[in-house]
C-alpha cells in the first residue's frame, strides 16, 4: 500500500490531465482540477442539497440521528477519499462519484423506487441509476450555455457504470436516456469503469453495512448481544470489550463500528492491490479492460458481509416499524402519481407548463415521474396531505 504520507498517482488511476473533457467545451477553472470542479458543482446542485431530506432506510424526520442519503452520501465520500488516497487514484474523481451516486432516489428510499418504477412500468420503469445520470445530463438548470452539468467524461462513465459494465441493461426502456447519450457521446457501456467508480461503489457497500448497524442499534430494532456472532462486528465488539472492559454501551457501539469500518478498507486495499498485480494492470485502460471489477473484497470478508447482510435484512430492513413506514410511503407515491397523471392542472405552474408541451403520454408521464422523484419526504407528505384531506 502506498505511504500515506504521500499523495501520487498511480499509473493505473485517472489523470485529470489527460480526461476526455466535456461534452460542452468550457474554458479550465484556475483553481481546480477538472474533477474537483465536478465535485463542486455537484455539492452545489439542487439534488444533492434535496437528499438531505430523503430516506436511507427511516423516514426522514423520524429521528434525529438517523442517516439521511445526504449522510450518507458524506459518509461514502469519506471512505472513497481514503480508499483512493491509499490506493494512489485520484480523491476528487472518486469523492465526485461517491456524492452523486444516489442523487436520483426518489423520496422514501428504495420502498419509493419501486413504485415509481410499478407506476411508470407503461412507460418505461424507474432507475434510480439512470435518473441521476439524466439530473447531472439534463435535469439540473443552472448554466445558460447547457442543460445538467456538463460533467467530465470521467465523471459521467463513473456515474452510470460504477456498479460494472451496463451494455446489457441498454435495451431495457429504463435505461433509454443514458443508451441515447451514449449514441453521441460513447460512455463505452461495455468495459468497467475507472478504478475511482469502483472504489465509489465499494465505499458505499461499507458505508451503509456499518451505519445502518448504528441506525439499527439506536433505533432499537436489536441489541448489541444480539450481534455477538454475526461475523465482523461481533468479532469487533468482543475487542473493544477486551481492550476497555468498563466501556460503556454508546461508546462500544461506536468503537466496534469504527473499528470494522478500518478493517474493511484495509481488507479491499490489500484484495486490490493483490488483483492489479495479478491480472497485470498497469494503466487506467487496463482496468477498463479487466475481465472482473478490480476493487472488491477478500473472499471471507464478502462471506461474512453477506452473513452480516442478512442478518440486517431480517432484524432491520423486514422489521415491523419499517415495513410501516414504507408502506405508507407507496401509498402517498401512489396517489400523487396517479393524481397527476389525471389531473396535471394540480402540479405547480412550472411542472404544468412542462407537461402541457409534451407530446405523448410517455413524455408526460416520464415529466410527472421525475416532478415526484425530486421531492423529499416531507415534501411528499405535505402535498399528499393538501390534495387529499380538507383539514
Known amino acids: 500500500m502506498h505511504d500515506p504520507l504521500i499523495l501520487t498517482l498511480a499509473p493505473y488511476s ?9 461534452l460542452y467545451s ?7 482540477t477538472a474533477f474537483a470542479r465536478d465535485r463542486d458543482r455537484v455539492i452545489h446542485c439542487t439534488a444533492f442539497r434535496r437528499l438531505k431530506g430523503k430516506t436511507q432506510v427511516f423516514v ?20 472513497a477519499r481514503s480508499l483512493a488516497h491509499t490506493l494512489g487514484a485520484d480523491q476528487d474523481l472518486a469523492e465526485t462519484i461517491a456524492l452523486s451516486h444516489d442523487m436520483g432516489h426518489s423520496p422514501f428510499g428504495h420502498a419509493g423506487e419501486d413504485e415509481l418504477h410499478k407506476m411508470m412500468e407503461p412507460w418505461g420503469g424507474f432507475d434510480h441509476n439512470v435518473q441521476t445520470f439524466r439530473i447531472v445530463t439534463r435535469l439540473e438548470h443552472r448554466y445558460p450555455a447547457f442543460e445538467g452539468l456538463n460533467l467530465a467524461w470521467e465523471t459521467l462513465e463513473g456515474v452510470i457504470k460504477h456498479n460494472g459494465p451496463v451494455a446489457h441493461k441498454l435495451g431495457n426502456p429504463a435505461w433509454k436516456a443514458v443508451a441515447d447519450f451514449s449514441d453521441f457521446w460513447d460512455l463505452r457501456p461495455e468495459t468497467y469503469a475507472s478504478l475511482e467508480a469502483q472504489i465509489a461503489a465499494i465505499s458505499d457497500d461499507i458505508a451503509y453495512n456499518n451505519h445502518d448497524v448504528d441506525d439499527g442499534l439506536r433505533a432499537g430494532l436489536f441489541t448489541l448481544a444480539d450481534l455477538r456472532d454475526i461475523p465482523l462486528i461481533g468479532p469487533a465488539i468482543a475487542e473493544v470489550e477486551k481492550d476497555w472492559p468498563l466501556i460503556d454501551q454508546r461508546l462500544l457501539r461506536l468503537e466496534a463500528i469504527r473499528r470494522v469500518i478500518g478493517f474493511m478498507i484495509r481488507d479491499v486495499c490489500l484484495e486490490t492491490e493483490r ?3 495479478e491480472d497485470g494492470i498497469e494503466t487506467a485502460e487496463d482496468v477498463r479492460r479487466a475481465g472482473r471489477q478490480m476493487v472488491a473484497f477478500s473472499r471471507t470478508v464478502n462471506e461474512d458481509l453477506s452473513r452480516l447482510r442478512a442478518f440486517l ?8 416499524t419499517v415495513n410501516r413506514h414504507r408502506s405508507q410511503a407507496r401509498r402517498v407515491l401512489n396517489d400523487l402519481f396517479r393524481l397527476y397523471m389525471e389531473e396535471p392542472e394540480v ?22 415521474c421525475d416532478y415526484i422523484a425530486g421531492m423529499t419526504d416531507a415534501y411528499a ?3 399528499h396531505r393538501q390534495l387529499f384531506s380538507m383539514s
Open 275 to 277: 488483483r492489479l498485480k
Open 347 to 368: 402540479l405547480p405552474p412550472n411542472w404544468y407548463g412542462r407537461v402541457c408541451t409534451k407530446d405523448t403520454e410517455t413524455q408526460r408521464a416520464r415529466v410527472v
Open 381 to 383: 407528505i405535505e402535498q
Open 60 to 79: 426522514a424526520g423520524h429521528g434525529d440521528y438517523f442517516r439521511t442519503r445526504l449522510t450518507h452520501s458524506i459518509e461514502v465520500s469519506q471512505v
Open 313 to 320: 435484512y431480517a432484524r432491520m430492513y423486514k422489521h415491523y
Open 14 to 22: 485517472e489523470n485529470h490531465a489527460r480526461s476526455r473533457g466535456r
Open 26 to 32: 468550457e474554458p479550465d477553472s484556475l483553481t481546480r
